[in-house]
């Protein structure tokens, strides 16, 4: 096999499963069951989850895979994330195939071609080296989002979300390509080497700190950290529960991952210009994530801030030296990604698809309801909050311990206060869970049915990683720490 | 001959950009909002073609023809996003699409 082959195995694989389920789709009767496609699906982004795998292997034993003029860089750091993404694709798409009621099944093909569409999208902007590739995968990303984020057809709420997220997204985009554009201009390169390269020897630095500044503004909408989030909330609450579960995760972790790229590649003189932008950004986000969730009596909205203030969390571990902010910020996307998709599976769960249970006084009394559920809810949310044993304990003590390393000691205390304001909102929804309901919500309570298979799966797959990253956090955070290494080796080739 | 310095190319990018941002601030109706975004993506294209002049590169021209595609992808689904908003709201100005609010 070619290397250009081998460096585009998992994202070659999604592209043909979508296509296949697209070519299959009519073929199916009008109102027949999509479930066969659904499980194509999960099978070909279990497929690209194994073909990253044995790039892994590859990649292990002759070093960095490039293919297409050196376009497309294949190392541990961007497998780390296509496993992560695929992870989170058959997650979600496991999760969805009981979401279509009967009347909306003939839409439920395209739904699963989009969820592969954008995987696409997001595996490459992970492992492009070259930023006209990373602005075609965000824009295959994104616009399969847009798209997914109103699949509610004829829900006014649902084309409001969709509206939102495009206008807005769209407005990001042209700041991001905008930074480009002045990167282009100041060392005459648009590969993210090459920018490094130019960056460093340049003589008018005005120009390579207006373009850094553009395209963090680009990406800071991208990963909604503040004061870019305004988007969010309303776009989480009209978009379909299971969409929400993936872009809250999967298009954050290809953003992530271009954010450190770019920053510690292509700007890493620059840092003590960056560093404290983005530290403000983090505070912010937490911060404002953070009192916004206290206010909100919608659950969606709730988990929407909530994202908010964890991609603050995450950007505190931008602040620590390379190797550090790598591995940690890899370590905290995945924790953050196991248990904020395994919370959007519950939801979907219970709310289906004309959403019936949206507020907290919805899901008050839920544990003597559907007591399997409210118990997977109770779990994800203690991780949100960081408890013990859970993955969201250790990424948040990887993260603030690493900016204490680095010099940075009030950004870890205004991070560990605000993991404290954070525990109120959760634990409002925690014991509304467990309380005794009011008459009222029972008789309108709709009667509760049993959890289907594949969504079960997804929850237990989604707990145990919950589980497993805060149980043995040390053997994944070697995984990641491989993934930290080779990106420094790279740097350190070019110089 | 005279040429035109390469800063006029990048200034007018730049207010192009600028009033782009004004417009998508400033303006109520979806379609103008839309179209205000494409002038700021027109601002992009014409900074990239400037400074390929400038470096002697073809990657930035090669930039502005992805730009361009991904612009009229990006279009197709926005306006077909505008007409799902007017049929279930029956209107184009955003400050009635308010539905979704603290």
Redesign the interface.
């Known amino acids: 096999m070619s290397t250009n082959l081998l460096a585009l195995l998992p994202e070659l694989i999604l592209t043909l499963t979508a296509i296949l389920v697209m070519l299959l789709e009519p073929l199916l009767a009008v109102g027949a069951s999509r479930k066969p496609l659904g499980w194509l699906a999960i099978l070909g982004s279990l497929g690209s989850g194994v073909a990253a795998l044995f790039q892994l292997r590859v990649v292990h034993a002759l070093g960095t895979l490039t293919g297409f003029y050196g376009t497309i860089q294949v190392d541990a750091f961007s497998i780390f994330f296509h496993l992560l993404i695929a992870s989170i694709v058959v997650t979600t798409l496991l999760a969805s195939l009981d979401y279509f009621p009967p009347d909306q099944i003939s839409h439920a093909g395209e739904y699963f071609a989009l969820v592969l569409f954008g995987a696409t999208g997001m595996m490459f902007m992970t492992s492009s080296a070259e930023l ?1 590739m990373v ?2 995968g965000l ?1 295959i990303s994104s ?1 399969s989002t ?2 997914l984020a ?1 699949f509610r ?12 997220y ?2 807005l997204g ?2 990001a ?2 700041f991001f ?2 930074g ?3 990167c ?2 100041a060392t ?3 590969t993210i080497a090459g920018i490094g390269a130019g960056l460093a020897a340049t003589k008018t630095p005005l120009f390579g700190w207006l373009a850094v500044g553009m395209v963090l503004i680009g990406l800071g909408f991208k990963v909604s950290a503040a004061p870019f989030h305004v988007w969010t ?2 776009v989480y ?2 978009a379909p529960a299971p969409v929400v579960g993936l872009m809250s995760t999967a298009p954050k972790a290809a953003a992530f991952a271009v954010l450190l790229r770019f920053l510690f590649e292509a700007a890493p003189t620059d840092r003590h210009h960056w560093a404290p932008l983005i530290a403000i950004m983090a505070v912010a986000s937490m911060t404002i994530g953070n009192l ?1 969730a206290l ?2 009596s919608d659950a969606k ?1 709730l988990l929407a801030y909530s994202s908010i203030a964890h991609a603050g969390y995450l950007l505190v571990a931008f602040t620590a030296p390379e190797p550090l902010a790598v591995s940690t910020a890899c370590f905290y996307t995945a924790a953050y990604a196991a248990m904020n998709v395994g919370a959007f599976v519950v939801l979907t769960q219970l709310s289906g698809f004309d959403e019936r249970l949206r507020t907290i006084d919805d899901l008050t009394g839920l544990a003597l309801r559907r007591p399997a559920l409210a118990a997977f809810l109770a779990f994800f949310l203690l991780s949100l909050i960081g408890i013990p044993f859970t993955g969201g304990f250790f990424g948040k003590f990887y993260v603030f311990s690493a900016a204490v390393h680095s010099g940075y000691t009030w950004l870890a205390i205004v991070g560990l206060a605000n993991s404290g304001l954070a525990c109120f909102y959760y634990l409002r929804l925690l014991t509304a869970l467990y309380a005794r309901p009011t008459t009222d919500t029972i008789g309108d309570a709709p009667t509760p049915h049993c959890l289907s298979i594949p969504a079960g799966l997804a929850l237990i797959a989604t707990a145990a990683a919950t589980l497993l990253l805060g149980i043995l956090p040390n053997r994944i955070l070697s995984l990641t720490q491989r993934a930290a290494p080779s990106t420094v080796a790279q740097c350190v080739m070019q110089k | 001959m005279i040429t035109v310095p390469i800063a006029y190319y ?1 200034i007018l990018a730049a207010v192009l ?1 600028c009033i ?1 941002i004004a417009a ?1 601030l400033i303006k109520r109706n ?1 379609i103008t ?2 179209m205000s ?1 494409e002038l ?2 027109n ?2 294209n014409l ?2 073609v ?3 002049h ?2 002697r ?1 073809i ?2 021209q ?2 502005v023809f ?2 361009m595609v ?1 612009a009229a ?2 279009a197709a ?2 306006l077909a ?2 007409i ?2 007017f ?3 029956r209107t184009l100005n955003v400050d009635e ?1 308010d ?4």
Not at chain 2, 99 to 102: E, W
Request: net charge positive; hydrophobic share 55%.
């Open positions: 006209l602005f075609i824009e616009i847009y798209i109103g057809k004829g829900r006014a709420t649902a084309s409001e979300s969709a509206i939102k495009f206008l769209s407005f985009t042209a390509l905008y480009i554009a002045l282009f201009g005459g390169s648009t909330p309303d609450q009209g916004g206010l909100q909205r | 990048l950009f782009g998508f979806v909002i839309f975004i700021m993506l601002a992009v900074t990239f400037a400074f390929a400038v470096w590169q990657s930035g090669i930039f992805f730009v991904v992808a990006e689904v926005g996003i505008i799902a908003l049929r279930t709201r699409v539905m979704l609010k603290n």
